[in-house]
Every structure is written in structure tokens, then in C-alpha cells.
């Protein structure tokens, strides 16, 4: 509608990406509460959701209730990228068994920053059961970088909070002033393309840098194992205990296992590797690439 307003949704490794807070800021988890929020399209159409009172893809109202039975901790795939909101997993969940279910997903988010948000918005809640969504392709890329930053790294000892569920007005602040940041940024990059695109090599040189960017990725991605993954899980893993409550590990497998004549093992992305270090927590396992794909 003219004159609604209408923001676009920021995720929590912008931040660190743009190394745009200093230490002594609040480091938000999530975008603008109670807005019109534009989030991507993977079709003709934008999803586009109403943002509940701490900036999740949630209707509000599933904060009424403090008893949640099922909290989903996880990135792009369970903020809902690009599907209207009524269709992402938290409502699914919903619709399925006429229980309380929250999504606290963030895209972009690896597992420090889920374990910042679980600590934040989700240990106060009474928990049935806790759904922790891994993504092989980049999680732990993802968690190279979020280790960077001093203040998620606080997160990995008992008792530390940034207490956010209490500041929404200071976190939307921080959120509108990084929107028009992020805004005069993109012009100014828009500017540079236009003026780069007079060049006739302009498309192979952006064709090129996708390939070096995936080819980087992939190799980040098979370096190895960072123990501090371990780590987040064991907290995550005594934090949900305590709660009386269960903790199941969600495999979300990469599209590229499927692709055609590309056969992927057990070591693709370092699954096994990942799946033992689950097990050996005694957390129980879904494994979508098994138990559905296949």
C-alpha cells in the first residue's frame, strides 16, 4: 500500500561482513519488528512477510504463549527464504499439528550466531522440542567468519545475554540506520557496474568471479571441521536438556549432491565427519539426504 513502510530484511552476518558495529553496540539477531518486510524471490513474485515483535519471520501472536513446542533454530531455509510466510516451516509445523512452533531463522546465519539467537530468544521459552537445521553447503564457512566478531564469541560462555528480547527500540535504530547504509552502498556499487558494463569483457569478468567464488567456497568448505562446532552443539545441546526439552539435528543437504552423472559419498562436505561428531553428543539425527532424497 502507498505510504506503508516497508523495509527489506536484514540478516545478522551483514554486520560482520561490513565490520559495521563496534564492540560496545548491540549486535542484533534479527531485523525490524512489526514491519513490512521484503525478503527475495526465487519466482515472478517477492515473498513478502509482516515481521513479529522481535524482527523473526513469525505472525506475532506465536509469542503469546509461553510454552513453544516446537522452536526452529536455523538460516535462510527456516526464515522461509523466498515463500510467503503461511508456507515456510514454522507454520507448516503449525498447520500440521495445531501446536505453538517459532522460527528463529536468520539467512546467512552459521552456528555461533543460531546459538546467539537460541540464547536470546528462545532459552526463556518453556521447550518441547528444539529442531537445530544444518545446511552442509556453508554452515561451516559461516562459522569461520562469525568467530570473528567479539561479541558473538561471548555467547560461547554460560552466562552472557545482550538481553535484546527487552530492546527492540534500540535494535531497530541500529536496524533502520544500517538499511540506508547498506542502501547509499548498493547505489554507489550500482554506479561502478553501469560504468564497468562499457567494457566488452565485463560479462566473462562476472562469469569468472562466480566461478572463483564457488571454487573458493568449496574448498573452505572441505578444509576441515572447527572443534568450536562441537563446542556450540554441547552448549546448545546442556541448555535444551536442562529445559526438559528434546534437540534434533536437521542434515539439510547441498542441491549439488544431485546433480546429474555427480555422484556425492558420505565425505562430500565432510557428512560423516559431521554426523559422528552428532552422534557422539547423542543428539538424534534426521538426515533429510537419506531420509527423503534418497
Do not use: H
Not at 567468519?145 to 545475554?161: P, Q, R, T, V
Not at 530492546?167 to 557496474?193: G, H, M, P, R, W
Not at 560504468?195 to 565485463?202: A, C, P, V
Not at 549432491?257 to 557428512?271: A, C, G, M, V, W
Amino acid at each position: 500500500q502507498i505510504g506503508e513502510n516497508v523495509v527489506p530484511s536484514v540478516f545478522p552476518s551483514a554486520f560482520i561482513k561490513y565490520n559495521y558495529l563496534s564492540n560496545d553496540n548491540l549486535f542484533p539477531l534479527a531485523g525490524v519488528s512489526n514491519t513490512t518486510t521484503v525478503f527475495c524471490k526465487e519466482g515472478p513474485e517477492y515473498s513478502i512477510y509482516k515481521s513479529d515483535r522481535y524482527g523473526f519471520n513469525n505472525p506475532d501472536f506465536v509469542w503469546n504463549d509461553n510454552m513453544v513446542s516446537w522452536l526452529l533454530v536455523g538460516d535462510s531455509f527456516v526464515q522461509g527464504s523466498c515463500v510467503d510466510q503461511d508456507k515456510n516451516f514454522a507454520s507448516q509445523f503449525r498447520l500440521m499439528t495445531s501446536q505453538n512452533s517459532i522460527s528463529l531463522g536468520m539467512a546467512d546465519n552459521g552456528p555461533l550466531l543460531e546459538l546467539a539467537t537460541f540464547k536470546e530468544y528462545g532459552i526463556s521459552k518453556k521447550l518441547d522440542r528444539v529442531l537445530w537445521f544444518y545446511f552442509e553447503r556453508n554452515d561451516l564457512e559461516d562459522l569461520k567468519n562469525e568467530k570473528s566478531n567479539a561479541i558473538l564469541l561471548k555467547y560461547l560462555s554460560d552466562f552472557f545475554s545482550q538481553k535484546l528480547s527487552e530492546k527492540q527500540d534500540q535494535i531497530n535504530k541500529i536496524l533502520d540506520e544500517f538499511i540506508i547504509f547498506a542502501e547509499n552502498k548498493y547505489k554507489k556499487n550500482k554506479s561502478d557496474v553501469v560504468n564497468i558494463s562499457k567494457f566488452l569483457q565485463f560479462q566473462k569478468i562476472i562469469r569468472l568471479q562466480i566461478v572463483r567464488d564457488k571454487m573458493a567456497l568449496d574448498r573452505g568448505l572441505n578444509f576441515g571441521i572447527d572443534p568450536m562446532f562441537l563446542q556450540i552443539l554441547n552448549i546448545v545441546n546442556n541448555l535444551v536438556n536442562k529445559k526438559g526439552a528434546e534437540l534434533y539435528f536437521i542434515y539439510l543437504p547441498d542441491k549439488e549432491r544431485y546433480e546429474p552423472n555427480s555422484f556425492k559419498n558420505e565425505e562430500y562436505l565432510n557428512k560423516n565427519r559431521i554426523i559422528e561428531l552428532v552422534e557422539s553428543l547423542n543428539i538424534p539425527i534426521i538426515d533429510v539426504d537419506k531420509g527423503f532424497f534418497r
